[in-house]
């Protein structure tokens, strides 16, 4: 038997990210914490991302797209691998995703990022 999620409940996980993310983390290592994302592995922060409304999937289900950052905030050296959203009010992280490819970031610089997509599949 297949197994089935209307969109509209995939749309309202995906607009809780939209409505709720505060800053945009780039981080060393994959964070599974609030704490993680905005200081262990905190390498910059972009404030206020902008995100797009939920829509169809690439391949299945709903996504998101996070739009690119061209100004994001470098503040301490390293290597960044992966890509925190959170909200930072309720210390909470909401999504985590690796980089399409690593980044070698120096204090005091600027980061970037081409947009990505955040995506809840459809269950199969």
């Given at each position: ?7 509209t409940v ?7 990210i939209?409505?709720?993310c ?9 964070p ?6 905005s200081?262990?592995?905190k390498?910059?922060?972009k ?15 709903r996504?998101i ?11 301490a050296?390293?290597?960044?691998g ?10 909470m992280l909401l999504a985590v995703?690796?980089l399409n490819?690593?980044q070698v ?6 980061f970037?990022l081409t947009?990505f997509?955040?995506?809840?599949p459809?269950?199969?």
């Amino acid at each position: 038997m297949a197994a089935f999620i209307h969109d509209t409940v995939l749309d309202q996980a995906l607009s809780y990210i939209d409505s709720n993310c505060e800053n945009l983390y780039i981080c060393s290592t994959q964070p599974t914490t609030f704490a993680e994302a905005s200081s262990t592995y905190k390498l910059g922060t972009k404030a206020t991302p902008s995100i797009g409304a939920p829509t169809n999937g690439d391949s299945s289900g709903r996504k998101i797209v996070v739009a690119a950052i061209t100004d994001g905030t470098v503040s301490a050296n390293g290597t960044a691998g992966f890509v925190a959203l959170t909200d930072d009010s309720a210390s909470m992280l909401l999504a985590v995703q690796a980089l399409n490819a690593t980044q070698v970031l120096t204090s005091g610089n600027t980061f970037t990022l081409t947009e990505f997509d955040i995506t809840i599949p459809d269950p199969a």
